[in-house]
């Protein structure tokens, strides 16, 4: 009954033109949005479609199930047991691929073929069943795991300069790590702090959905116009679409119900105190990076293991794949809060789920992470032990 009548509410609002946004019934519209599976345009329902007509999935909740990260176990044919891994696809500037976009799809519409098939190799991440021929020259390819969405609106409640007090890029303290900031172009011919992404290009929460919007389900918003996603494809121009380049198929009411809706979705619980934990962490150099937590905008904390910056982690840690003004092999520190989860569903930690548990994490981390990895390797076997069961808590 109660999904019925969250479901009404997403028709009547779709119906009836923009809504005021926040409060309970903004966050139950934003929780059906999400779970909702959108289906091709033309349809009965005009308020359900528009969906591809090349997609990664048909919902939000399937890549983010029970808003956790993907898991990342593979099948026996190679291909991944749940949905939510993808291949992001880049020159070494970040540029998409001319035949491919940013992201292969590996669904389509009826009528439509998929653009590929990610399959998972003894030596890699592959494309097979080309739709369009081979990448261009240049190109290269990087997996990607859905992350978790526990305590992402925390993420926003960040002042910029809590995040910019952290900035080093000389590395003036010679600790080995220049964390910088990825400063983004607006509209305006300005620049903002991006923190939200893997590579911390997402300068707000409404964007990052609008971008998912665009290379996982195909469909357009107001900060997304393109009608066939990321599809450059004559074919997906002429598809049927549920929307045009001034009424996108998502309106800009319902993009804000969504962000509604994640932002009220709590992170992780804390850790409790583990005073040789936290100890160990610190002296290991982790928290150089995995900063424990960040002050909120009203006083309060942020608890969420980052400081939200590129860290350049070497060779290891190339990702194939990059984004407009960030080296392959740079991310954003990834916010270790949750991890406990990551690791109860076997879900895989890194950018591509490579690493099955922390010590394998952490054996990958060179260039600035190279100095916290030389320490938790020449920890006492006791120490490791009681950091690890630290990491592994939170």
């Given at each position: 009954?109660?999904?019925?009548?969250?479901?009404?509410?997403?028709?009547?609002?779709?119906?009836?033109?923009?809504?005021?946004?926040?409060?309970d019934l903004s966050r139950t519209i934003g929780k059906a949005l999400f779970e909702r599976a959108w289906v091709?345009?033309?349809?009965?329902?005009?308020?359900?479609?528009?969906?591809?007509?090349?997609?990664?999935?048909?919902?939000?909740?399937?890549?983010?199930?029970?808003?956790?990260?993907?898991?990342?176990?593979?099948?026996?044919?190679?291909?991944?047991?749940?949905?939510?891994?993808?291949?992001?696809?880049?020159?070494?500037?970040?540029?998409?691929?001319?035949?491919?976009?940013?992201?292969?799809?590996?669904?389509?519409?009826?009528?439509?073929?998929?653009?590929?098939?990610?399959?998972?190799?003894?030596?890699?991440?592959?494309?097979?069943?080309?739709?369009?021929?081979?990448?261009?020259?240049?190109?290269?390819?990087?997996?990607?795991?859905?992350p978790s969405l526990r305590g992402v609106g925390r993420i926003a409640d960040i002042p910029d300069a809590a995040?910019l007090a952290h900035v080093d890029p000389d590395d003036r303290d010679g600790d080995g790590v220049s964390g910088?900031?990825?400063?983004?172009?607006?509209?305006?011919?300005?620049?903002?702090?991006?923190?939200?992404?893997?590579?911390?290009?997402?300068?707000?929460?409404?964007?990052?959905?609008?971008?998912?919007?665009?290379?996982?389900?195909?469909?357009?918003?107001?900060?997304?116009?393109?009608?066939?996603?990321?599809?450059?494809?004559?074919?997906?121009?002429?598809?049927?679409?549920?929307?045009?380049?001034?009424?996108?198929?998502?309106?800009?009411?319902?993009?804000?119900?969504?962000?509604?809706?994640?932002?009220?979705?709590?992170?992780?619980?804390?850790?409790?105190?583990?005073?040789?934990?936290?100890?160990?962490?610190?002296?290991?150099?982790?928290?150089?990076?995995?900063?424990?937590?960040?002050?909120?905008?009203?006083?309060?904390?942020?608890?969420?293991?980052?400081?939200?910056?590129?860290?350049?982690?070497?060779?290891?840690?190339?990702?194939?794949?990059?984004?407009?003004?960030?080296?392959?092999?740079?991310?954003?520190?990834?916010?270790?809060?949750?991890?406990?989860?990551?690791?109860?569903?076997?879900?895989?930690?890194?950018?591509?789920?490579?690493?099955?548990?922390?010590?394998?994490?952490?054996?990958?981390?060179?260039?600035?992470?190279?100095?916290?990895?030389?320490?938790?390797?020449?920890?006492?076997?006791?120490?490791?032990?009681?950091?690890?069961?630290?990491?592994?808590?939170?």
């Amino acid at each position: 009954m109660r999904r019925a009548l969250a479901l009404a509410a997403v028709l009547l609002a779709s119906a009836s033109g923009a809504w005021a946004v926040g409060g309970d019934l903004s966050r139950t519209i934003g929780k059906a949005l999400f779970e909702r599976a959108w289906v091709s345009a033309p349809s009965s329902t005009l308020a359900n479609d528009g969906l591809g007509p090349l997609f990664n999935a048909r919902a939000c909740a399937y890549c983010h199930q029970g808003l956790d990260r993907a898991i990342s176990e593979v099948g026996g044919d190679g291909s991944f047991t749940q949905p939510g891994m993808i291949l992001k696809l880049s020159d070494g500037e970040g540029r998409a691929d001319a035949a491919y976009g940013a992201q292969l799809q590996t669904a389509a519409v009826s009528g439509v073929s998929p653009e590929g098939r990610l399959v998972m190799t003894p030596h890699g991440a592959e494309a097979r069943d080309l739709a369009f021929g081979a990448f261009a020259p240049g190109t290269h390819a990087g997996v990607r795991a859905a992350p978790s969405l526990r305590g992402v609106g925390r993420i926003a409640d960040i002042p910029d300069a809590a995040i910019l007090a952290h900035v080093d890029p000389d590395d003036r303290d010679g600790d080995g790590v220049s964390g910088r900031a990825n400063m983004i172009a607006d509209s305006k011919g300005g620049q903002a702090l991006g923190r939200f992404g893997l590579k911390s290009s997402g300068v707000t929460l409404t964007e990052q959905i609008e971008t998912a919007f665009s290379l996982d389900l195909g469909m357009s918003t107001p900060g997304r116009t393109a009608l066939a996603g990321d599809c450059v494809q004559d074919v997906c121009r002429a598809a049927p679409h549920g929307g045009t380049e001034d009424a996108p198929e998502i309106r800009h009411d319902l993009v804000a119900m969504l962000a509604d809706y994640l932002a009220s979705v709590p992170p992780p619980p804390a850790a409790g105190g583990d005073a040789e934990g936290t100890r160990l962490f610190a002296s290991t150099g982790c928290a150089s990076c995995h900063t424990p937590s960040l002050p909120d905008s009203s006083g309060g904390a942020v608890a969420a293991f980052s400081d939200l910056l590129l860290h350049d982690l070497g060779p290891g840690l190339d990702g194939g794949a990059t984004e407009p003004g960030v080296l392959r092999t740079e991310w954003r520190t990834a916010p270790l809060w949750g991890i406990s989860r990551a690791l109860a569903t076997r879900a895989g930690l890194l950018h591509d789920g490579r690493a099955k548990d922390v010590v394998a994490a952490v054996d990958l981390h060179g260039g600035e992470g190279e100095g916290a990895r030389a320490r938790f390797t020449a920890l006492p076997e006791g120490e490791r032990t009681a950091l690890l069961r630290y990491v592994e808590g939170l």
